[in-house]
C-alpha cells in the first residue's frame, strides 16, 4: 500500500540538542511538506519542497532545517536555535503542481524537549 | 495571498443532531476547498473536497456547499455519531498555479451522549 511514514511516533530531546524527524513516502509525489501543530494553533507551515534538490521556507521556519537529497525522502531537523520545540509535528506530500488534488499526510511525530 | 478563516473553533452536538462547520476565503482565484479530519494523535485526512465548478458535494452523512460569490464554504455532518468527534480542518487553493493548500484553524467537534 502507498503511504508517507513519520518516525519515530514519539521523540524527546534534550534542551541544546538538533533532532532529526524522518519522513519517507512511496506515493511519487513530488511535493513534500513539514507543519508544526500546537494546541488551538491549527497547521503552520515549516518547509516545503516541489522538486529534489530544491525547499523553500515557510511561515516558521526559523530553528528549523530540511534537505531533499530523494523524491521520497524529506527529513526534518529541529535545532538548537529553535526556543520552543516541544509539538506535533507532521509531514504531507502531494503531486507538485496540482494541489487541486489534496495532501496525504503522515500520522505525525510528538517532540518533546526535556 | 490566500487567507482562511473557519469557525467556530469548538462545537459540540448531542449524537444523532447535525453539525455546521463554516469557512470563509479571500482570494477569488481559489478553486479547490478540501476538509480534513484530524483523529486524537494522528494526522489529517482528506475526508471530502469539493472544486469550484460545483455549488454542492454530498458522501454519505458528510456534505460540502460552496457559494463563490461569497467566498464561504461549509460541512455539514448529519446524524453525528461519536466517531464523528476529532477535528476538522478546511482548506483552499488555486489550481492555475503551483501554489500550496492555505488551512483554517480547525473546529473541535464533541459528539455529545
Known amino acids: 500500500d502507498g503511504g508517507i511514514t513519520q518516525s519515530p511516533k514519539y521523540l524527546f530531546r534534550k534542551e541544546g540538542q538538533n533532532v532529526t524527524l524522518s519522513c519517507e513516502q512511496n506515493?511519487?509525489?513530488?511535493?513534500m511538506y513539514w507543519y508544526r501543530q500546537d494546541p488551538g494553533q491549527g497547521l503552520r507551515l515549516i518547509y516545503y519542497?516541489?522538486?529534489?534538490?530544491?525547499?523553500q521556507k515557510g511561515d516558521i521556519a526559523e530553528g528549523y532545517s530540511v534537505s531533499r537529497e530523494k523524491k521520497e525522502s524529506f527529513p526534518l531537523t529541529v535545532t538548537s536555535a529553535q526556543k520552543n520545540p516541544t509539538a506535533f509535528y507532521l509531514c504531507?506530500?502531494?503531486?507538485?503542481?496540482?494541489?487541486?488534488?489534496?495532501?496525504?499526510f503522515g500520522s505525525g511525530t510528538r517532540l518533546t524537549v526535556v | 495571498g490566500e487567507n482562511v478563516e473557519q469557525h467556530p473553533s469548538t462545537l459540540s452536538v448531542q449524537e444523532g443532531d447535525s453539525a455546521v462547520i463554516k469557512c470563509t476565503y479571500s482570494?477569488?482565484?481559489?478553486?479547490?476547498f478540501p476538509w480534513y479530519k484530524q483523529e486524537l494523535g494522528k494526522g489529517p485526512q482528506l475526508i471530502i473536497d469539493?472544486?469550484?465548478?460545483?455549488g454542492e458535494k454530498k458522501d454519505q452523512r458528510i456534505a460540502v456547499t460552496l457559494n463563490k460569490t461569497a467566498k464561504h464554504f461549509s460541512l455539514h455532518i448529519t446524524e453525528t455519531q461519536p466517531e464523528d468527534s476529532a477535528v476538522y480542518f478546511c482548506?483552499?487553493?488555486?489550481?492555475?498555479?503551483?501554489?500550496?493548500?492555505?488551512f483554517g484553524k480547525g473546529t473541535r467537534l464533541h459528539i455529545l451522549p
Open positions: 504531507a506530500s502531494s503531486i507538485a503542481g496540482q494541489p487541486d488534488y489534496g495532501y496525504t
Open positions: 482570494d477569488s482565484a481559489s478553486n479547490y
Open positions: 482548506a483552499a487553493s488555486r489550481s492555475d498555479r503551483d501554489d500550496k493548500i492555505i
Open positions: 519542497s516541489q522538486i529534489v534538490n530544491d525547499f
Open positions: 469539493i472544486r469550484s465548478n460545483v
Open positions: 506515493l511519487n509525489h513530488d511535493a
